[in-house]
């Protein structure tokens, strides 16, 4: 009975030792059964297990691959499509600046010609000003030459006195003097300014001795400078042997002036006709008063072209030149008479 019992425990703990498989077919084929032992079943589980659990660490591990891999291929795709973007940005960016580098080098090179003209245009305007300066210069200095060889050259005219007040730049201004101070060099810059200065201290001394000319151009008009006629002086203002009879001396007022019948006999200065017509021995006469005691007398003319109270000019036709009179030929018998003396008409001729 224990036998039984033993065996029976046995057989059950060696059944209990592997795990049976029946395989029953659809037909009435014979059932088959696989005996696999426990332990195999448990190692092929376990086998089947640690293989599934690879298997699926595999693909999530290729799939959390693929995920990464594919976020960094589109993160690389964002990059490259940034780093195109950056590189065409970068690329207007360079043209917009080129361009505008470009822009503002033209806008500077037609600015520098603008200011260039515009400096031009100021070196024209300047060099224009100071050559009318430098030429007003010269017509006050021509002026000035021309009222001084006409005062110069007039043996009785008086002194010219001062014609600048005290105080003045030009205390006392002579027309002996010549030109005014020279004025110091000036550069290019200064050089319209400075003729401006030395054109206004030109004007000072001009005015100034236009004043005074003012004051003496009476004098200066009527004075009797010029020549009756052109011709041969045949007898001076000194003693002489007598011309009709040719014995004896006497003395001759006048200078005698050679010229043909006819000849316009000019007024040697300006001034007031005092008598016009017949005078004896002079023949036909005209006497000039040309005012500070000076009076002037063209004798043995053919005819006269003035009358008494007549102004005449100096240079204008007052007589036709003749042979009337105590005369031994054609010609102009011409006296100066200052202060109511007799004196050499030569003194007075230019």
Request: net charge positive.
């Given at each position: 009975m224990l036998n039984n019992y033993n065996y029976l425990k046995l057989k059950r703990h060696k059944q209990s030792k592997y795990f049976t498989i029946m395989l029953v077919p659809h037909s009435s084929g014979k059932t088959r059964s696989l005996r696999i032992p426990l332990i195999a079943f448990y190692m092929v589980t376990c086998i089947v297990a640690a293989t599934m659990l690879c298997f699926t660490s595999f693909v999530l591990a290729t799939n959390h691959f693929k995920s990464e891999a594919a976020t960094a291929y589109s993160n690389l795709e964002e990059s490259a499509e940034m780093n195109t973007h950056l590189k065409q940005e970068t690329r207007k960016l360079s043209d917009l600046l080129n361009i505008e580098k470009k822009d503002a080098e033209k806008a500077s090179l037609q600015q520098r010609e603008v200011y260039e003209e515009i400096i031009e245009g100021y070196e024209v305007y300047y060099k224009e000003k100071a050559e009318e300066l430098e030429q007003k210069i010269e017509e006050l200095d021509k002026a000035r030459e021309e009222i001084y060889n006409?005062?110069?050259?007039?043996?009785?005219?008086?002194?010219?006195?001062?014609?600048?007040?005290?105080?003045?730049?030009?205390?006392?201004?002579?027309?002996?003097?010549?030109?005014?101070?020279?004025?110091?060099?000036?550069?290019?810059?200064?050089?319209?300014e400075m003729l401006s200065q030395e054109v206004e201290e030109w004007q000072i001394y001009f005015d100034h001795l236009l004043g005074e000319m003012v004051k003496i151009k009476p004098y200066?008009?009527?004075?009797?400078?010029?020549?009756?006629?052109?011709?041969?002086?045949?007898?001076?203002?000194?003693?002489?042997?007598?011309?009709?009879?040719?014995?004896?001396?006497?003395?001759?007022?006048?200078?005698?002036?050679?010229?043909?019948?006819?000849?316009?006999?000019?007024?040697?200065?300006?001034?007031?006709?005092?008598?016009?017509?017949?005078?004896?021995?002079?023949?036909?006469?005209?006497?000039?008063?040309?005012?500070?005691?000076?009076?002037?007398?063209?004798?043995?003319?053919?005819?006269?072209?003035?009358?008494?109270?007549?102004?005449?000019?100096?240079?204008?036709?007052?007589?036709?030149?003749?042979?009337?009179?105590?005369?031994?030929?054609?010609?102009?018998?011409?006296?100066?008479?200052?202060?109511?003396?007799?004196?050499?008409?030569?003194?007075?001729?230019?």
């Open positions: 006409i005062l110069s050259k007039k043996p009785y005219l008086p002194k010219i006195m001062p014609v600048a007040s005290p105080g003045e730049r030009y205390e006392t201004v002579f027309l002996s003097l010549g030109d005014p101070p020279a004025k110091p060099g000036f550069n290019m810059f200064s050089r319209y200066i008009d009527n004075y009797p400078t010029a020549w009756p006629v052109w011709g041969k002086v045949s007898s001076e203002h000194a003693y002489r042997r007598n011309p009709f009879t040719g014995f004896g001396n006497e003395f001759h007022y006048g200078i005698d002036i050679v010229v043909p019948v006819g000849t316009n006999v000019r007024a040697t200065g300006g001034g007031r006709v005092i008598y016009s017509g017949w005078n004896t021995g002079y023949g036909y006469v005209v006497d000039i008063s040309h005012g500070f005691g000076l009076v002037t007398r063209y004798a043995h003319n053919s005819s006269v072209l003035v009358k008494e109270g007549d102004r005449v000019s100096r240079g204008q036709a007052i007589s036709k030149s003749g042979n009337t009179g105590r005369s031994t030929g054609p010609h102009v018998h011409y006296e100066v008479i200052q202060n109511g003396a007799s004196v050499n008409p030569r003194r007075f001729f230019e």
